[in-house]
């Protein structure tokens, strides 16, 4: 069965606070991603990695970077967080050969910046 | 970039009965992807059924169809004989290159 895990369900943190939110995946794809989900926004990218090492910024990069030193790990790091940053946060995989070019979202993490 | 949009922030539909969700996109591309995704509300998103933009047969999966339209750039999912258990956020997403596209999503609500 394919599985992407999130370190945690949820999260509450302080302002000003260094958050690492963490992805893994078992299958051995190329591609991760994470998201933001705000209702009535649907969902909006933050990054992606396309291999290991490898990143790119997606729609909405300010305030939050990421890393990949391994294939199946996906980190989302919020260097000091705010208050605009309380939102659900998707990890997602996806296999750049895969013939259905179906992504894979874990659970989420619900985080909370007080 | 590439826009999708879906009108019905909410929609409501019976036990057994058929609802239709709406989704329309923006895109200058000819070869691309589109898929619904799924999100009960123990939030898990999940593929419910894709069709690549090259195909004119409409895509099927069981009680899922959709009626795709590459001129007018319409992507309509349509749920038969609706269960308890379709009770969700449904959200359109569009793909080219590597991510996707997302619309804010539609609440479906079954009632018994």
């Known amino acids: 069965d394919v599985k992407v895990t999130q370190s945690s369900r949820y999260l509450v943190k302080r302002t000003g606070e260094k958050v690492f939110l963490e992805c893994v995946q078992d299958?051995?794809?190329?591609?991760m991603f994470w998201y933001r989900q705000d209702p009535g926004l649907g969902l909006r990218l933050i990054y992606f990695s396309y291999d290991v090492k490898m990143k790119e910024k997606g729609d909405i990069p300010e305030g939050y970077s990421v890393s990949r030193e391994k294939k199946e790990r996906f980190s989302l790091i919020l260097e000091s967080a705010s208050t605009n940053q309380t939102s659900m946060y998707l990890c997602?995989?996806?296999?750049?050969?895969?013939?259905?070019?179906?992504?894979?979202f874990g659970p989420g993490t619900r985080l909370t910046v007080t | 970039a590439q826009t999708v949009t879906q009108s019905q922030p909410e929609m409501s539909v019976q036990e057994a009965e058929t609802v239709t969700l709406s989704c329309t996109y923006d895109t200058s591309e000819s070869d691309y992807y589109l898929f619904w995704y799924k999100q009960p509300p123990s939030r898990q998103m999940i593929l419910v059924i894709r069709?690549?933009?090259?195909?004119?047969q409409n895509a099927t999966e069981n009680r899922f169809s959709v009626n795709f339209q590459k001129a007018a750039k319409s992507f309509s999912l349509k749920i038969s004989d609706s269960q308890l258990g379709d009770a969700a956020m449904y959200f359109c997403?569009?793909?080219?290159?590597?991510?996707?596209?997302f619309g804010k999503g539609t609440s479906l609500l079954v009632t018994p």
């Open positions: 299958m051995d794809h190329e591609n």
């Open positions: 997602a995989s996806r296999s750049t050969g895969g013939a259905k070019q179906e992504q894979y």
């Open positions: 997403a569009y793909k080219t290159g590597y991510a996707l596209n």
């Open positions: 069709q690549e933009a090259y195909k004119q």
